[in-house]
């Protein structure tokens, strides 16, 4: 029997179990990365594909399977998945972007402990026999300040952490945020620098933040202050921070995420950084917690299977959104994407009011160039009705729940 839903690279049985309650099955897991051909092949008559980061969803791969309804993105980024070749065949993209930020928040505190502790050194010193029983250079983390640079879900979850441990929180975003506890917002990057004794950062990776830690922005520092990495590779100069490491400007840094990272397990990792044993390494594993792992599986198989069988295609990354309420006894659902040009939701109307039915609920959200109605109906589809809304000008695709 085709699977309806196909997960790929050991995805967690959490996200098998929320598609079969919700009543999508069979539901076949794999536990690898399929390439694109086999990728293909696999996917005849599938309707939804889960995958994380190592399965590359090309536009071969989209136009080469006609019967694919959405792909879910089992992790937080979708650079994986060609989006545009996606909206063009009006496939939603769903991703987890929260169930993994308090793994990272409580790494990111154990990480500012221990560069308090200068334990990276001495984890060092002791592989090389060592025993440097001192307590210079070792601070606590009560009453230190801490800078938050990006106050969204990461950033205001180390906020709430650092905050119960008595550390004096400090943060800067670009947008307006609600601070948690007694945390301050500061008005500039550099007034934060200045500051703080930690600056972690929680950004993400654009135009602007790319290269945000430079040599001017370590030289702002305070002499010895530490800094934290758990957000992306190519937000900080890493030459620039190594020779800050080097002289003593910086005191300690913590990073998860590197501007080149290996692709596999067999490519050795290499960083200028490896000279300095005042370096907390972490392979990118910022987020990668069990915990994470399944509350990742059970939300991004949610948001697939309640497309399925609802239409709804609330926090899609790349297509328009409804968030539909349930469908009532006796009502048909009507879904509808297509070009947003001028006539279509007329051509919808027209085509429900030939077939003599009546909209009783009716939401149409549009983006990029994409519409998507969903128009809940009183009564039967009937074929004429399926064949009519297909010919509508612009439409991508439409679909009846019944
Ligand atoms: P988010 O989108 O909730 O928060 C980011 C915050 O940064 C927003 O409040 C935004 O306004 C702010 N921001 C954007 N540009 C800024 C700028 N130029 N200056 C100051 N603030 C700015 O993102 P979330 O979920 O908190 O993730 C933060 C970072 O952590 C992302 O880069 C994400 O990719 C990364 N991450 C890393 C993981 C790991 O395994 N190491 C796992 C999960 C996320």
């Given at each position: 029997m085709t699977p309806q839903a196909l997960l790929a690279e050991s995805i967690h049985p959490a996200a098998a179990k929320a598609l079969e309650a919700l009543g999508v099955t069979p539901v076949e897991r794999l536990k690898v990365a399929l390439p694109e051909d086999e990728l293909i092949e696999k996917l005849k008559g599938v309707k939804l594909l889960g995958i994380r980061s190592r399965t590359k969803v090309t536009k071969a791969t989209i136009e080469g399977a006609p019967g694919l309804y959405a792909i879910g993105s089992f992790g937080i980024g979708t650079n994986q998945i060609d989006l545009d070749a996606a909206s063009a065949k009006g496939i939603p993209v769903f991703n987890a972007p929260f169930a993994n930020s308090r793994s990272v928040a409580e790494l990111t505190i154990s990480a500012a402990v221990s560069l308090l502790r200068r334990m990276p050194e001495k984890n060092v010193e002791m592989r090389a026999?060592?025993?440097?029983?001192?307590?210079?250079?070792a601070y606590e983390a009560r009453a230190k300040k801490l800078g938050i640079v990006g106050y969204g879900n990461i950033g205001s979850q180390v906020s709430v952490l650092a905050s119960a441990m008595g550390m004096h929180v400090y943060y800067y975003d670009i947008e307006p945020k609600l601070a948690h506890g007694n945390a301050r917002a500061v008005a500039s990057l550099d007034e934060l620098l200045e500051l703080s004794d930690i600056v972690t950062l929680h950004t993400p990776s654009t135009p602007a933040t790319?290269?945000?830690?430079d040599a001017g922005a370590l030289a702002k520092m305070k002499k010895g202050a530490n800094i934290i990495n758990y957000a992306r590779g190519d937000l900080i100069d890493i030459d620039a921070l190594s020779e800050a490491l080097g002289s003593g400007q910086v005191g300690g840094a913590a990073i998860d995420v590197f501007p080149v990272e290996p692709a596999s397990k067999d490519e050795a990792f290499d960083s200028p950084l490896l000279a300095h044993k005042n370096v907390l390494f972490s392979p990118h594993i910022g987020g990668s917690t069990q915990e994470a792992q399944e509350a990742i599986g059970a939300e991004v198989a949610d948001k697939l299977a309640r497309f399925l069988t609802e239409g709804a295609t609330a926090h899609s990354v790349n297509f328009p959104q409804i968030l539909p309420s349930s469908r009532k006894l006796g009502v048909t659902r009507i879904l509808h994407a297509h070009q947003?040009?001028?006539g279509v939701l007329r051509g919808i109307n027209d085509a429900v009011s030939d077939a003599g039915l009546n909209t009783a609920a009716q939401s149409l959200a549009t983006r990029d160039g994409i519409g998507y109605v969903i128009a809940d109906v009183e009564g039967a589809a009937t074929d004429s009705l399926r064949a009519d809304l297909e010919k509508v000008?612009?439409?991508i695709w439409t679909r009846i729940i019944e």
């Open positions: 026999g060592g025993w440097g029983k001192s307590a210079a250079g790319r290269g945000m830690i947003n040009v001028t000008d612009g439409t």
